[in-house]
């Protein structure tokens, strides 16, 4: 029997993210190969699981996937794991719209049925604590929670009260608690936190985690919980089945500065099958000679601005290919390093205006995108979905075609720049949204490598 769960919070800020690395490094202790998984379209817990379990974690998004897809993504990442451990994105019933659960840790349970572990603030309530489950169970009564962890607990005896009203009143068990601890808090996700994952100096806050955890929740409990449902075969999909070669090699921008792919994008080059060549702008490796085209990610190019500004010969030699019309599709980190420049360090300078890095969040939320004029990703009609999450505003000094009018929550306006064969903007675009975007990109790329 295939284990999974999904760690689940009652509100962001539960404590949801502390548990699921807890548990991480707690089974990958015992010699479990785990799997993570993240809820919504987020970037940086995927990383922190990755850097607890030693496998790429994957993100579960109903609003951006098809459930096919989603249900694929499951499978594929859970192939060869002991145990599954999916988080879930601030409360479990928050999502993309007010009045449905779309997009939620909710829907997206369901989607895999997979049983809930409900997380729970408890540091200032005691039956009470039953009474938040409660509402939890009857708000969507085909929502399957399964149990409880109580976090932020004063003391034992606060967690047996918590333990016995929660039991009696909701019918399920209470399977553990954390208590209070500061040194278990996890860092702000400001911008340098992936690059300290990577550094490996959260290493020993995921050891403490897991310890903390073993001492305080029933992991036999949990592991019973985990494989109480069946699991769910699902047929491959045939947007990942291998194609004849095409004979392209498309570059992709991979170090410390561009690193934001979800896995499922590089997949669906890969089955198309395209060559992926990949290469370091930070380390000032130039783009491939035989490359037919760009695919350049984002991450933090703003942390290593200087270092980047400081490889002339790769910034000059990056600009002469896509000047000379080589096809880029780039996003966020990668719009921002085609600019002249972030905060005053010089960029490759192909698209113009520079970045201002701000303090507080520019954007964030998911985004349907729509091509502008001359997007030869998004030709009329066709529309793709993502996300976006920054905290630099472009400044143009001249007129540009915008590459995409956006949608989002708040409204809609446009995004981004097209010139010569560079479609660059903040969006993070899912492929498997809309696959016809990887398409179009790669029939783009044959035709500017035949004329």
């Keep these: 029997m295939r284990k999974r769960l999904v760690i689940a919070g009652a509100a962001s800020g539960a404590g949801k993210t502390t548990i699921t690395l807890g548990l991480m490094a707690a089974w990958k202790q015992q010699g479990w190969n785990v799997q993570g998984f993240k809820c919504g379209p987020d970037y940086i817990d995927p990383s922190l699981h990755k850097a607890v379990t030693g496998r790429p974690a994957r993100n579960l998004d109903?609003?951006?996937?098809?459930?096919?897809?989603?249900?694929?993504?499951?499978?594929?990442?859970s192939d060869t794991a002991d145990i599954s451990i999916v988080e879930g994105v601030m409360g479990l019933y928050d999502g993309k719209y007010a009045t449905s659960n779309q997009g939620s840790t909710a829907e997206i349970s369901q989607k895999i049925d997979a049983p809930i572990i409900l997380v729970v603030d408890c540091s200032k309530m005691a039956r009470s604590a039953a009474a938040i489950v409660k509402g939890y169970q009857l708000f969507d009564e085909t929502t399957d929670i399964a149990g409880v962890i109580a976090?932020?607990?004063?003391?034992?005896?606060?967690?047996?009260?918590?333990?016995?009203?929660?039991?009696?009143?909701?019918?399920?068990?209470?399977?553990?608690?954390?208590?209070?601890?500061?040194?278990?808090?996890?860092?702000?996700?400001?911008?340098?936190?992936?690059?300290?994952?990577?550094?490996?100096?959260?290493?020993?806050?995921?050891?403490?985690?897991?310890?903390?955890?073993?001492?305080?929740?029933d992991m036999e409990r949990l592991l019973q919980i985990s494989e109480s449902k069946p699991w769910m075969e699902v047929p491959p999909s045939p947007l990942f089945q291998q194609q004849a070669s095409s004979s392209l090699k498309i570059a992709i921008a991979e170090d410390k500065a561009f690193n934001f792919y979800y896995p499922e994008n590089l997949e669906l080059l890969e089955a198309r099958g395209v060559e992926v060549l990949r290469f370091s702008p930070l380390a000032g490796e130039k783009i491939p000679k035989v490359a037919d085209g760009v695919y350049l990610g984002g991450g933090f190019p703003e942390l290593y601005a200087e270092r980047l500004s400081e490889q002339k010969d790769m910034r000059k030699a990056f600009l002469a290919r896509v000047e000379e019309g080589l096809p880029v599709l780039a996003e966020c980190g990668g719009f921002m390093f085609l600019t002249k420049a972030i905060n005053g360090h010089a960029m490759v300078g192909a698209i113009s205006g520079d970045m201002h890095m701000q303090g507080k969040l520019a954007a964030v939320g998911y985004r349907e995108i729509h091509g502008g004029p001359g997007n030869f990703l998004l030709p009329e009609g066709e529309t793709a979905r993502g996300h976006e999450f920054h905290y630099s505003v472009y400044r143009p000094d001249e007129e540009h075609t915008p590459a995409y009018f956006v949608k989002g929550t708040f409204g809609e306006g446009t995004e981004g720049v097209i010139h010569k064969n560079i479609v660059a903007g903040y969006t993070h675009i899912h492929f498997a949204s809309n696959p016809s975007v990887v398409d179009a990109f790669l029939n783009k790329c044959r035709e500017v490598r035949n004329s």
């Design 151 to 217: 976090s932020k607990v004063g003391s034992e005896g606060h967690y047996r009260i918590i333990k016995e009203a929660v039991e009696q009143a909701c019918g399920i068990p209470v399977c553990g608690y954390l208590p209070r601890m500061e040194d278990l808090e996890m860092p702000e996700r400001h911008l340098g936190l992936i690059p300290a994952i990577e550094r490996g100096e959260l290493d020993d806050l995921f050891n403490k985690m897991g310890r903390a955890v073993m001492e305080t929740v």
């Design 62 to 77: 109903s609003w951006m996937l098809p459930d096919d897809v989603l249900a694929e993504v499951f499978q594929k990442g």
